[in-house]
């Protein structure tokens, strides 16, 4: 094997085995911002700045490596990656936009921890190498003749998914822009599960693997179930506590109906 081959088989390993380790540890120990945020992780930066450092891996490295592989000039290959980015685009710069011009004018009422930050960026690093290295080089689109097949179902589920995933983030940001403290979000999803922008990240992830079908694309879509479905969980239990009776029975808390 080459040494990408090895570096690409290795980095996929690590994506694929670090899915339940980090659902485990997140059922007891919550990442400590946003609604869980708590004194005691070390230094803080100032929120968007930290959203921008931590996702930018995902566009600046799949934009180098991308032009590398054999498919850089694929029709197929530039589809998907094109997705990919646009994702990003909104997480790594408009979010964080967002939320600058959201709470500037308040007081901030906390840094987000440079640790949390520090392993997220180390995960964009991990899989972006492995997203856009599959797309660009590994994968064999000749032999794919499902591809258009599958591409549009895939597609649907993702951008199903980004909607969802972008509208709650708004609705959460036009509270928090409010002041006031925390309140019951309400409309959309939220009329049926606690974490809708989880639960849209989710949806998208899973449609990106059905586009890609690739092992690749199933190890992004495992990893942020075992990231999100913990957190969804806390969150809800969250919600529950705060406001108790006011807060809306029939709310699951990532999974519509179920979970």
């Given at each position: ?5 090895t570096?690409?088989?290795y ?6 085995l ?8 997140l ?25 921008f ?11 180098l490596?991308?032009?590398l ?11 998907l990656?094109s ?8 997480r790594a ?6 939320i ?5 004018e ?19 690093l991990?899989n ?19 591809f258009?097949?599958r ?13 969802a ?10 509270l ?36 890609t079908?690739?092992?690749?694309g ?23 506590e ?11 808390a ?6």
């Open positions: 094997m080459s040494s990408d081959q570096l690409f088989h980095s996929l390993l690590s994506l694929l670090s899915g339940p380790p980090t659902a485990l540890s059922l007891f120990l919550q990442a400590p911002y946003g609604k869980h945020r708590r004194p005691g992780w070390g230094p803080t930066i100032y929120p968007p700045l930290a959203w450092l931590m996702e930018s891996p995902s566009l600046w490295l799949t934009l490596l991308f032009p592989g054999r498919h850089h000039s694929n029709p197929r290959a530039q589809t990656i997705l990919f980015l646009l994702h990003y685009l909104h710069i408009i979010y964080p936009l967002k600058h011009f959201r709470t500037h308040r007081k901030p009422t906390g840094g987000f921890p440079v640790t949390i930050a520090a392993m997220a960026f180390a995960f964009n991990l972006s190498y492995l997203q856009a290295r599959w797309v660009s080089h590994y994968a064999d689109f000749g032999s794919d003749g499902w258009w097949w591409f549009p179902g895939g597609l649907a589920v993702f951008a199903g998914g980004m909607a995933n972008v509208t709650a983030d708004m609705v959460l940001l036009r928090k822009g409010e002041g006031g403290g925390y309140r019951v979000p309400r409309g959309g999803w939220f009329e049926v599960v606690s974490c809708p922008n989880y639960f849209g990240e989710v949806v998208e992830w899973l449609g990106w693997a059905l586009m079908w690739s092992w690749a199933l190890g992004f879509f495992l990893f942020t179930c075992a990231n999100l479905v913990p957190r969804a969980r806390a969150n809800h239990k969250w919600y529950l705060k406001f108790g009776e006011d807060y809306p029975k029939n709310r699951k990532v999974i519509p109906f179920v979970y």
